[in-house]
């Protein structure tokens, strides 16, 4: 997308907030169409550095195109990107993505070691050889996600929980300082959700930012600090305590999201 459509003449003061070098993104006036239909209409978004922040809404509300556009992968009508202050092409290496893991081609035929290497590349530039510690970063990654054993193991071989941690190897070796991940939750078991957020925890604990588009209301409160709430327009964002509200969720999901749920999330003091 041209990273900075720059809306300073109607918009001067969006732009100034926008441009916020402690957010690791902001976007302001954000507008994203397929053919004619808008799935993001002027979205204003800030995220905190050093936090864990969800993005939630109903199917279809736009977070998965939000991410995309956010790192440049389709292209904005209008709107501006700001990743630690800057336009995309001077930020991008600070940026890790984790694909929605139903958008991968799993049956291309590659390594466990080659997928996480490919994290490597903006470091390696691609026709570079691998060198031993450029391998060892790999390997640690691999480590510090529990499939050190799987090096060698074809990709597509995988289960789905295990493609999952690889792909948030291939994110931690990129060594990034923003950290965006489509479901990185989505068709896994318990114990590699606990595996992800334990890993997500820790980049936190160093200073890093995560971004995840989440599902699971009921889990909201417990992983994140910051929560954005979106349907193809912005319905609330803040912490997680003052915006995570009944009344924000009753907004967002309209009449999808059922009384039981809501019901849940005040017992649980959302
Ligand atoms: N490549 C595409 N071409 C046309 N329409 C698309 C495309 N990708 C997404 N859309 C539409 O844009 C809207 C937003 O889709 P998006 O995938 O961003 O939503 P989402 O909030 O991530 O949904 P989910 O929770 O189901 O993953 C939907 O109406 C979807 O059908």
């Known amino acids: 997308m041209a990273e900075t459509l720059t809306l300073a003449a109607t918009h001067g003061a969006r732009t100034d907030r926008a441009a916020d070098p402690a957010s690791p993104l ?10 004619d239909k808008p799935a993001l209409f002027s979205v204003d ?47 991008r290496d600070r940026i890790a993505y984790v694909p929605q893991r139903a958008s991968v081609d799993w049956d291309f035929p590659t390594t466990v070691i080659d997928v996480v290497l490919m994290g490597r590349y903006r470091r390696l530039g691609l026709f570079r050889r691998v060198s ?34 690889v792909f948030l190897a291939r994110a931690l070796a990129q ?27 820790a980049l936190k604990s160093q200073g890093q930012s995560v971004i995840a588009v ?8 417990e992983y994140f600090d910051h929560v954005f709430l979106v349907n193809v327009r912005a319905m609330g964002e803040g912490p997680v305590a003052t915006a995570f509200t009944p009344e924000a969720l009753a907004r967002t999901y309209g009449g ?12 649980t003091g959302a």
Request: glycine residues 12%; aromatic residues 6%.
């Open 26 to 35: 902001a976007v302001r006036g954000l507008t994203v169409s397929y053919g």
């Open 45 to 91: 978004a800030t995220f905190p550095a050093g936090a864990m922040s969800a993005i939630v809404g109903p199917n279809g509300a736009g977070k998965s195109t939000f991410l995309k556009a956010a790192l440049g992968l389709i292209p904005a009508v209008s709107g501006e990107v700001r990743v630690f202050g800057q336009g995309l092409a001077a930020a």
């Open 132 to 165: 031993r510690a450029e391998r060892a970063a790999a390997t640690d990654a691999l480590a510090r996600v529990g499939m050190e054993g799987f090096a060698d193991r074809q990709i597509g071989q995988l289960s789905g929980g295990q493609q999952q941690r």
């Open 175 to 201: 060594e990034a300082d923003l950290y965006l991940l489509d479901e990185p939750f989505a068709g896994v078991d318990a114990a590699t959700e606990r595996a992800i957020i334990d890993v997500l925890k």
């Open 214 to 221: 989440h599902h699971d209301l009921s889990t909201v409160a």
């Open 256 to 267: 999808r999201l059922a009384a039981t749920q809501l019901d849940q999330l005040r017992l």
